[in-house]
């Protein structure tokens, strides 16, 4: 079900504002509205990015191509009124990518900046519209949804949301909630995709034939992210190494970035059902359309990828795309009650503490190709208006580790005065022969005791 032959290609508008203007985005990111609007309906293009940029703004954007080797026309309106036109083609014919990039002026203010796609088989939609803001950032409205106002990547590479304050007095919120005032970062206001890693630190979620849980979630997350960002699609890390974040303050994370898409990535564990095909299973919020679209189609692009390997896989009755809630009626985990808004997931691709699906996952290119099955999900989800296979169903399931909380919790180092990164818990992959010489069988499971239960510390 991936899409085949998929082809995007990037734009990127420059938008140079005026002399006043200019001055004022030297104080930093915040100058710049990021109300990108969504994406409409069912539109193929989209405006992903808006960053200031030496001496302006640099807009990105993102369109599917229309099956045709011909050149896309388009057209940059601002406020009703196009400013800017031409046209493009594809060098070496069908499937190319293609950039091409625009110099506007815009006086100070607020403007809706759209992009109108004129290739014939769009019809000459306008695909996408945003708004851009010469104003101060107090007066910019798009923050009002929201508690925190951004992102902080500290020189440590953790990841934190802010409160208030600026450069050299950042306001925030630690991974394990505390206050906290640190005085450099990079401020990040908005991503269109937000990636939670599950698990991490102390907490190790599901384990199988030496991987851990967190870890495999922060390797995979990790190629999602670049992956997406080598599309022009901004996403950002809720975990960035080996440490304890709350579900609450990924939630908090994922609302302070306003995405598209909050995907919190895991492998599941306890099954022993043996099953004639993959057990992935799939979260999403009760009530939330598009989560429950996206959930659907995350489920069927996973076990496309992994229906083709010959594995003896476990299931249980949660396979598929479903919800999940607690005895009191309520989304069981918290990634949904957190960040009601925002369209969210919970995958678990396979179960680690299986061993053959273990062995599996330790195959050269399953991490990548899990990646893959990520981003052609997302892409789908943009791009068509499929409804894909939920399989699953909406069913009560209260019971829960307790882990995912507050409790126990150890902030990692927030500043690196050599800005170092912190240490990044890797997935072991074990040879052959390192198991043989270890005198384990290829069935033993090396982490027993961590395979309790079903996968655990995403409910809190
Ligand atoms: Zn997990």
């Given amino acids: 079900m991936r899409i085949r032959g998929l082809t995007l290609f990037l734009m990127a508008v420059v938008v140079v504002l005026g002399p006043a203007a200019a001055a004022q985005i030297e104080d930093g990111p915040a100058q710049v509205a990021p109300a990108i609007g969504p994406w409409l309906g069912a539109a193929r293009g989209s ?14 954007g993102l369109a599917r191509d229309p099956d045709s080797a011909s050149p896309i026309s388009y057209e940059v309106v601002v406020d009703g009124i196009t400013v800017a036109s031409g046209a493009t083609a594809r060098p070496d014919g069908f499937g190319e990518a293609v950039g091409f990039s625009e110099t506007l002026v815009l006086s100070e203010g607020l403007h809706e900046v759209c992009l109108r796609l004129v290739e014939p088989r769009l019809g000459g939609r306008t695909v996408d519209c ?9 007066t910019v409205t798009a923050k009002a949804r929201r508690a925190a106002t951004g992102i902080l990547r500290t020189t440590s590479g953790v990841i ?36 939670d890693p599950g698990h991490g630190g102390s907490e190790s979620g599901a384990a199988g034939r030496g991987i851990l849980e ?26 960035t190494a080996d440490y304890r974040v709350p579900i609450a303050m990924r939630a908090e994370i994922a609302n302070a970035l306003a995405p598209d898409v909050f995907l919190s990535l895991h492998h599941n564990g306890g099954a022993l059902r043996r099953s004639s095909r993959p ?5 999403y919020g009760n009530g939330h359309p598009q989560s429950q679209r996206l959930a659907a189609i995350m489920y069927e692009e996973m076990v496309d990828a992994l229906d083709d390997f010959d594995v003896d896989w476990v299931s249980t009755v949660s396979e598929g795309a479903s919800v999940r809630l607690r005895d009191d009626g309520m989304d069981l985990y918290g990634i949904h009650r957190f960040s009601p808004e925002i369209t969210s997931i919970i995958t678990e691709f396979l179960y680690l503490s299986n061993v053959p699906e273990a062995l599996l996952m330790q195959q050269q290119g399953m991490v990548e190709l899990e990646a893959e099955a990520i981003v052609d999900g997302l892409l789908r989800w943009w791009w068509t208006e499929d409804a894909g296979t939920e399989l699953g169903r909406r069913f009560t399931d209260s019971s829960s580790s307790g882990t995912g909380g507050f409790d126990g919790c150890v902030d990692p180092a927030l500043d690196a005065p050599d800005n170092g990164a912190l240490a990044v818990g890797r997935t072991e992959f074990l040879t052959d022969q390192a198991i043989a010489l270890a005198g384990l069988d290829a069935q033993t499971p090396l982490l027993p005791a961590l395979q309790l239960g079903s996968d655990p510390a995403v409910t809190d």
């Fill in 47 to 60: 405006v992903t990015t808006v960053t200031a940029v030496d001496g302006g703004v640099s807009l990105a």
């Fill in 130 to 138: 945003l708004t851009a803001t010469t104003a101060p950032p107090n």
């Fill in 160 to 195: 934190v949301p802010v409160n208030g304050g600026g450069p050299g007095n950042w306001q925030i919120s630690t991974p394990c909630g505390a206050d906290a005032v640190v005085e450099t970062g990079t401020f990040i206001e908005r991503a269109r995709v937000v990636i």
């Fill in 214 to 239: 967190k870890n495999l979630n922060l390797d995979v997350a990790e190629i999602v992210v670049e992956k997406l960002r080598e599309l022009g699609i901004t996403a950002e890390l809720t975990r």
């Fill in 279 to 283: 057990g992935t299973e799939v979260f």
